[in-house]
């Protein structure tokens, strides 16, 4: 009754997140609309200025003269690029409340496991013989960190991945992270502004941002761009081109600029390509110079209040003489001076008299130079903050969940334990306890009746917790283990591995890091042992190897089909039996998914191949209990 009544009320909380994200779509809807409307207004009203004025301008050349109708023009150009930029201030809203939205309708999918509206995850690379990030479903399609994972930038991402397939937790680091997460989860505000001012950074709601690439183009090397001298030396033969020309036009001296006019444009030209593709470089990556300062800003002018660790992590934010705000923005203005170069006559035309584009080679680089240095560090907490972001917006979607207790021994004790990648509505919790360094429980159970997904359950509870995250439990105390999964082994065809030998290669390999000295131990979590080969070499093969394990460094969980096994908890006082078992009504198996003590009773494949219709004959006695 206990389980049945939590059960009803995190339905209750996890009904209320759900509603509160309805409701605020239904706001960003109405908001959009109204902001549509006012860019449909805008638009009318600029084609109605370029009517106007081509009818003024047309009047005041036939009735004033060519004054009057030069200045109409004028002032035309004027009003028609003020509507244009507060045209452009509405539509980047506009764009702003649809990409707020989408993160809304991604946070009900994760809520729903709804995986076609969940964001794709990107293929980062698994560390080869991984112990645990395959059978464990923490990486890949439908997985733990495509769940979770809010960040846009590829670093955050990778960030994430690497503390969910941490092998070593660390005490200090899982502390520090759920103080982080507790003050981050109630800040719903905080945490989706975050998301939307990265995602306005990458510039498509599909695409990541490459911090290594900006830290690239943020590198400096002194020794391949333009000198302050060059600079100079250019200035002055601008100089003198002018000079020239207008000494020639008096007819002073002879027409000899076009002589000094190709040294200078052969000198600049030649001290532009030290720059190598500086101009592309900074074409392509304005607009994420640009919004990354948008996403600083915000971690700059946040109220912080009484959130104290979330501060100190923002601390090199909120330097007041050293903003990197304001760092950018000077970036920000060069490179925007830079995009002259998409007017061809007009740059042609300011280059022609002054060394334009070596000027502001030669600034970009200066101003680069002075906050590479930096760059790293602030780009380490925003993915830092991505990371936490990503966990407590996973907390907050999830209110059942809890943060475990952490403590010293060897201990595993979890009350109201689920799976995330079940949907809330079909999961069943289960209780379970595992406090004897050295011991081993063997789970039996018919065919689908739930082994394989609470070995899972228990190892995915154990990395969430150790990434610093809440856990599906509604009380969890753990200490600090290695963990080691042999769960979802496959052949290589590659590698010309059958399935047998894959799987005596994985089992020999947990056996060796149990036997390797280290202070924490092994928590090890075996799927139906030895099932590639027959019943008689799988049954010595596994009680060989379940003898192996208890007694040592370790401790975990092995379920099999082989009844047999469950006779070594009479001999091994390290061992115990539980089970899941389920029911036959009207014809067809039910299972109630709960851990039960003791050795399962009955097995189910040959009632499962009767019900399917195979010619089987069943004794109906095997199936009671």
Request: net charge positive.
């Amino acid at each position: 009754m206990l389980y049945k009544t939590r059960k009803i009320f995190d339905l209750i909380d996890k009904q209320t997140r759900l509603h509160a994200l309805e409701r605020h779509i239904r706001r960003l809807n109405g908001s959009i609309d109204n902001l549509r409307s006012r860019s449909d207004q805008f638009v009318r009203l600029r084609v109605a200025i370029v009517a106007v004025s081509v009818v003024l301008a047309f009047l005041a050349f036939s009735a004033a003269g060519n004054v009057a109708g030069s200045i109409c023009i004028v002032i035309a150009f004027i009003v028609f690029n003020i509507a244009a930029y507060y045209h452009r201030q509405v539509q980047n809203s506009i764009q702003r409340h649809l990409a707020w939205r989408r993160i809304k309708f991604a946070h009900i999918a994760r809520i729903k496991l709804d995986w076609e509206r969940i964001p794709a995850e990107e293929n980062l690379p698994i560390p080869p013989d991984h112990p645990f990030a395959i059978d464990l479903d923490l990486v890949g399609e439908r997985s733990i960190h495509r769940l979770i994972d809010t960040s846009v930038s590829r670093e955050g991402s990778a960030r994430l991945r690497d503390w969910l397939l941490n092998t070593v937790p660390d005490l200090p680091t899982i502390e520090k992270r759920q103080i982080l997460l507790r003050e981050l989860m109630p800040l719903t505000t905080f945490r989706d502004k975050l998301i939307l001012n990265g995602r306005m950074a990458a510039g498509s709601r599909e695409q990541r941002l490459d911090g290594n690439k900006l830290l690239t183009w943020f590198e400096y090397n002194e020794a391949t761009g333009p000198q302050r001298s060059d600079v100079l030396i250019a200035a002055g033969l601008a100089a003198l081109n002018i000079a020239l020309m207008i000494l020639s036009s008096l007819s002073i001296i002879p027409p000899i600029w076009p002589i000094s006019f190709i040294i200078y444009a052969l000198y600049v030209r030649g001290k532009l390509q030290s720059a190598g593709d500086l101009f592309s470089q900074s074409m392509s990556l304005g607009g994420v110079v640009e919004n990354l300062n948008a996403i600083f800003r915000f971690l700059e002018t946040y109220r912080y209040g009484a959130n104290v660790n979330l501060k100190a992590l923002c601390a090199p934010f909120l330097d007041s003489q050293n903003r990197p705000s304001a760092q950018l923005r000077r970036i920000g203005f060069i490179v925007s001076a830079v995009s002259l170069r998409t007017n061809a006559i007009l740059w042609g035309v300011i280059n022609f008299f002054i060394p334009w584009d070596l000027y502001f080679a030669y600034l970009l680089n200066q101003r680069k130079a002075e906050i590479a240095a930096q760059m790293p560090k602030w780009l380490d907490v925003w993915f830092e903050l991505e990371t936490l972001n990503a966990l407590a917006n996973f907390a907050h979607l999830n209110p059942e969940y809890s943060f475990p207790v952490i403590t010293s021994g060897s201990t595993f004790k979890g009350e109201g334990l689920g799976h995330p990648l079940i949907p809330f509505d079909a999961k069943v919790s289960n209780d379970f306890t595992l406090t004897e360094r050295g011991s081993t429980v063997i789970i039996t159970g018919s065919n689908m009746a739930g082994k394989s997904s609470f070995l899972r359950t228990l190892g995915v509870n154990l990395c969430l917790g150790y990434a610093g995250a809440p856990v599906n439990a509604t009380y969890l105390e753990i200490s600090l283990f290695r963990v080691f999964t042999c769960i979802k082994v496959s052949d290589s065809v590659t590698d010309g591995f059958s399935y047998f030998y894959a799987e005596v290669r994985r089992l020999k390999a947990l056996l060796n890091e149990l036997e390797r000295e280290h202070p924490y131990p092994l928590f090890y979590l075996i799927d139906e042992i030895f099932k590639g080969t027959n019943n008689r070499e799988r049954l010595i093969g596994s009680r060989a190897y379940i003898r192996a394990l208890v007694g040592r460094n370790g401790m975990g969980a092995v379920s099999t089909h082989d009844l047999e096994l469950v006779r070594l908890a009479d001999e091994l006082p390290h061992i115990r039996n539980e089970h899941f078992k389920e029911d036959v009504i009207d014809g067809r198996m039910v299972f109630d998914y709960r851990l039960r003590s003791g050795p399962s009773p009955t097995t189910n494949a040959l009632k499962i191949m009767q019900l399917e219709g195979l010619p089987v004959e069943v004794d109906e006695k095997l199936f009671q209990d």
